[in-house]
C-alpha cells in the first residue's frame, strides 16, 4: 500500500481550516495544519509535506511573506503550494501579481475563496499525481 501523500493547510480561520481537511481527508490525504505563517514555515521543514495551501490574510506573518519564505529555503522550494485567498476585490489582478513576480515563482495553483471542492480536489491530483 502505497503512503497516502501529505497536504500542509494553512488558514487563520478555523472554519476554512476544517472545510479544508475534511475535503482532503475525505479523500485519502493525511493533512497537517498551521494558522499562522511563521506556524506554516516551521511546519513545512519539519512535516515535509507534499503539498501547501496557503492562505495570503493572516496576523503576524502574511502569506505572501511565508510563500517567499518557502520558494527561498532549500528544505521546502520543491513542495508545490496553491494559494486559497478570501482577496476578492480584484482577485484576477492580485492572481496576476503573484504569478508574475520574479523573486518566486508563481504557484502551482490559485484559487478565491470559497473554494469549490472539486476544481481544488482536481487541481491537487494533478499536482500530486
Known amino acids: 500500500m502505497a503512503d497516502k501523500k501529505k497536504i500542509l493547510v494553512v488558514d487563520d480561520e478555523?472554519?476554512?481550516i476544517t472545510y479544508l481537511e475534511t475535503v482532503f481527508e475525505?479523500?485519502?490525504?493525511d493533512v497537517v495544519t498551521a494558522r499562522t505563517?511563521?506556524?506554516a514555515f516551521d511546519k513545512a521543514k519539519s512535516e515535509k509535506p507534499?503539498?501547501?495551501?496557503l492562505d495570503i490574510t493572516m496576523p503576524e506573518?502574511?502569506?505572501l511573506r511565508c510563500y517567499r519564505d518557502l520558494c527561498g529555503d532549500a528544505d521546502t522550494r520543491d513542495i508545490p503550494v496553491i494559494i486559497i485567498t478570501g482577496v476578492s476585490y480584484g482577485y484576477k489582478s492580485f492572481e496576476k501579481f503573484i504569478t508574475s513576480r520574479k523573486q518566486v515563482p508563481?504557484?502551482?495553483g490559485f484559487f478565491e475563496k470559497p473554494v469549490e471542492r472539486e476544481d481544488?480536489?482536481?487541481k491537487t491530483r494533478l499536482i500530486l499525481g
Do not use: F, H, R, V
Open 14 to 16: 478555523q472554519d476554512i
Open 26 to 29: 475525505d479523500n485519502d490525504y
Open 37 to 39: 505563517g511563521k506556524e
Open 50 to 53: 507534499d503539498m501547501i495551501t
Open 61 to 63: 506573518e502574511s502569506g
Open 106 to 108: 508563481p504557484p502551482a
Open 120 to 122: 481544488l480536489l482536481k
